[in-house]
């Protein structure tokens, strides 16, 4: 039995044991799992916001404004866009063929809408104006990613552009030790993760039975989760194939990162087993991937565009709002426009979504139906962004394989 069969079944393992704690129901099994989980948590995120950082930061200012950085970028946006579109061109598709339906004014009964309307208070625009930092500090302690991304990449091109002295030689050998020990806590991280599953699952069991993830309101549901599947078994398998990847092998690869995000339900704090997963089991240079994943956490957001789609189609629906084709491709493109500004933290791609219906002056009330709901929908839209992350990487990596020169990667 190889390794990797071993750890698969090591994976399934964790999966069982924390569904049987989950269902047992006893009071002091569940204060332990609730409290690991929120421990894992927090080391995800804690070592998300330096490994974004330091990856950017080191790969700029190894490779800097170079031609080398154009083409891998070039390449990173163009499959970006490519599989976001397709999300979002897949999922307008089903909502007209499985036609969510109106919801009746007995659906609203109980539904508190004060929440609802101060989550989208906020513009559109202060999503983007948010992310530029007034201070050197503030993205780090917020853990804003745009803004760390921007910093990083600020300092990191201004690091290439430094004269070759001793200073600069100095700087980089800080960075490059930092990131040496970020990325060494990540493998300990990783390490026993497992045990983090397994608190992970006997949660997700717990409140499923407890009736905390709420029944679905139907087709809606059926269009979101249906469109997601399609993106993750069937699009970028083709994506993959195309490039000569087995969508099969890179699966079983990747499933580690894949449990991580439906439990997280943060692209940004599965960034460090992401990169964990693409470096060490898909076997992607450091090169592309220190520089692709971190990028992708905000960029590259599959299952946020067909959610931000079909959701902003059932609300302006229920709005009394007709919805013809020249709309319909209108927001398409606004979904996939809006997905690459996203963060990538829970529950992202709603706040996003009431902004723009708040942005258009229309009735978003519904929203507040779906509220109870969004947890199981974020786990799976989750679980396709980061998937798809790895297969933008696994693809530039084999397309510019050729890239990786006689310099050291970061």
């Given at each position: 039995m190889n390794k990797q069969v071993k750890q698969i079944i090591f994976w399934v393992g964790a999966l069982i044991i924390g569904a049987v704690l989950g269902s047992l129901h006893v009071a002091a099994v569940d204060s332990i799992c609730d409290f690991t989980a929120t421990v894992f948590t927090r080391l995800f995120k804690f070592t998300a916001v330096p490994a974004i950082a330091v990856s950017i930061l080191t790969t700029l200012a190894m490779l800097g404004g170079n031609k080398q950085t154009g083409k891998i970028f070039r390449k990173t946006i163009t499959y970006t866009l490519l599989t976001t579109l397709a999300a979002s061109t897949i999922a307008a598709i089903l909502f007209f063929i499985i036609k969510p339906e109106v919801l009746s004014a007995a659906v609203y009964e109980g539904i508190e809408t004060s929440k609802i309307e101060s989550m989208g208070s906020s513009s559109f625009l202060s999503y983007f104006t948010n992310a530029i930092p007034d201070n050197i500090l503030s993205p780090f302690v917020s853990g804003n990613v745009l803004s760390i991304l921007m910093v990083s990449a600020v300092f990191g091109l201004a690091?290439?552009?430094?004269?070759?002295?001793?200073?600069?030689?100095?700087?980089?050998?800080?960075?490059?030790?930092?990131q040496e020990m970020v990325f060494t806590v990540i493998g300990w991280l990783v390490a026993i993760l497992p045990i983090g599953v397994i608190a992970f699952t006997a949660q997700l069991v717990k409140d499923m039975s407890a009736g905390i993830v709420a029944d679905s309101i139907g087709r809606y549901v059926a269009v979101v989760l249906s469109g997601n599947l399609i993106q993750f078994f069937i699009v970028l398998s083709i994506f993959l194939l195309i490039r000569g990847i087995n969508p099969a092998k890179h699966f079983k690869n990747m499933i580690p990162a894949i449990l991580t995000a439906l439990f997280t339900k943060s692209s940004a704090a599965t960034l460090p087993v992401t990169m964990d997963c693409v470096e060490n089991r898909v076997k992607c240079d450091k090169k592309f991937s220190r520089f692709i994943l971190p990028m992708c956490t905000t960029i590259n957001m599959n299952g946020c565009a067909a959610f931000i789609l079909v959701t902003s189609l059932f609300v302006m629906q229920n709005a009394g709002i007709q919805l013809d084709l020249i709309t319909v491709i209108s927001w398409i493109l606004i979904s996939v426009v809006s997905a690459v500004g996203n963060a990538g933290v829970p529950m992202g791609c709603f706040f996003l979504t009431l902004s723009l219906m708040a942005g258009k002056g229309i009735d978003f009330k519904v929203m507040g139906v779906l509220l109870p709901i969004y947890a199981l929908i974020d786990m799976i839209e989750t679980a396709v962004n980061i998937y798809s992350d790895s297969c933008v990487c696994a693809m530039t990596n084999k397309d510019l394989k050729d890239l990786v020169t006689e310099e050291p990667s970061a």
């Open positions: 690091i290439s552009r430094m004269k070759e002295s001793d200073k600069k030689t100095a700087v980089l050998n800080v960075i490059n030790g930092f």
